[in-house]
């Protein structure tokens, strides 16, 4: 990481700063020093504010890039796997295929939940949300495997990381079994990532199923356009947390927390919600009115992005998932000709285009994962599942860099002065 230096005048006093400028993207001035001059940046959502220094991955919004360790997402997508992306996610290369097959191997080894673990769902009411038992769940995982959460120590930090890996499909197919009362089923080791929590999610002990293997190769593609997404805020919880040196499971349920909201993780579902009360494609027109008239609080979900202000990279992918879905299990979805019909309005009208409202991977995935047989209680679990080893990576960055420091933002206080306290 390149440094150059500015100067910043401040009621004329000048300030010399370093500039940082990293592989790709933007520069950022390290404000460090003006600390002890009592002076901060204000900065709500930091939004223009660099957090940490990263190898993992890299977003250009305005390019509509995504890079995991350089490597563009849609190639991924097209001719890696779930398993082998999360050890280069983990890692930093891919695996050579002997290293591949070893790390898949190790996964597969530690899928299932300690026993115990299992009796923690009877104290769930059954009609809670999976996010919810998710959050539950995942941070016990700390009460039964505390013999390896040393994060000073690089063999407990792998350890933890496969531990992670491996069991959050366990629990988050446990979560639904749990919420429609059927038994758990346990993974079985022959089966690939993906499959085996098709299998964890929709088998039963009553009859055999096979895995579809169209399915099998969309939910892994669809994890992979998951994996990681920079310094979201879901992965800045993580780091946060982290950066107290709390218990990684811990780390991890936070960050499942925060991806829980609407604005987050919950965006699918909220897109499909949005596709449902259109309806058909004759309502269309009605509905994109609305969206443009600021004194209507009705919004296209699916549409515009935080980061990209172009096409995002994984709406791409997901577009042609979603096809390739509804095509083998022979749906005809009507949510689909709304969806196609509002991506092509998206991609000519002035508005959208004037706004930068392209569509966003949010707005295929709810399909998808609705057509899978997922319901839309599972899809920001499923969004989790995914997370997780973006999640890991960066916790894993974190203390192998070893130079963070405990997060704590400053504010500007806006309350009362210093008041007297009368006892009349």
């Known amino acids: ?122 104290g769930f009411r059954r009609d809670s949300h999976p996010m919810a038992v998710m959050c539950g769940v995942s941070g016990a995982l700390a009460a039964f495997y505390h013999d390896a959460i040393d994060v000073a120590n690089p063999e407990h930090r792998e350890l933890t990381a496969i531990r992670l890996l491996a069991k959050i499909p366990t629990l988050a197919a446990m979560c639904y079994k749990y919420s429609i009362g059927q038994p758990f089923m346990f993974p079985q080791n022959h089966l690939s990532y993906a499959a085996n929590f098709l299998y964890m999610m929709f088998a039963t002990p009553s009859e055999p199923y096979v895995v579809n293997p169209v399915l099998e190769r969309a939910l892994d593609k669809i994890l992979i356009l998951h994996a990681d997404h920079e310094q979201n805020a879901s992965t800045s919880t ?30 699918n579902e909220a897109c499909i919600n949005m596709l449902e009360e259109i309806g058909t494609v004759d309502r269309i027109p009605e509905f994109i009115a609305r969206a443009k008239d600021k004194n209507d609080p009705f919004r296209l979900m699916g549409f515009g992005h935080r980061v990209y202000k172009n096409y995002d990279p994984r709406a791409r992918v997901m577009r042609e998932i979603c096809h390739e879905v509804l095509n083998e299990l022979k749906i005809k979805n009507p949510l689909l000709d709304v969806a196609v019909e509002l991506e092509k309005i998206a991609l000519s009208d002035p508005y959208f285009i004037e706004h930068k409202l392209y569509p966003n991977v949010d707005f295929y995935s709810g399909i998808v994962l609705k057509a899978i047989g997922i319901p839309k209680s599972m899809f920001t679990v499923m969004f989790a599942l995914a997370r997780t080893v973006g999640w890991i990576a960066h916790w894993k960055e974190m203390h192998k860099q070893g130079d963070f420091k405990i997060v704590r933002p400053r504010q500007i206080y806006v309350g009362s002065a210093k008041r007297e306290f009368s006892e009349e």
Not at 84 to 110: A, C, I, M, W
Not at 249 to 258: D, E, K, M, T
């Open 1 to 122: 990481m390149s440094a150059t230096k500015v100067t910043l005048t401040i009621d004329n006093q000048n300030y010399d700063l370093d500039v940082h400028k990293g592989t790709l993207g933007y520069e950022a001035v390290d404000i460090r020093p003006l600390a002890k001059h009592k002076l901060f940046a204000y900065d709500p959502g930091l939004v223009s504010t660099a957090v940490c220094r990263s190898e993992i991955t890299y977003v250009d919004g305005d390019e509509g890039m995504l890079l995991y360790r350089g490597y563009p997402i849609a190639d991924l997508a097209d001719k890696s796997d779930y398993l082998e992306v999360s050890y280069l996610l983990l890692f930093g290369d891919r695996p050579t295929k002997q290293q591949g097959e070893e790390f898949k191997n190790l996964v597969k080894r530690h899928t299932l939940v300690h026993e115990q673990l299992t009796k923690f769902f009877q």
């Open 238 to 267: 993580v780091r946060t947390a982290a950066s107290s040196g709390a218990n990684p499971f811990a780390c991890i349920a936070a960050g499942i927390a925060s991806l829980w909201g609407p604005a987050h993780g919950g965006a």
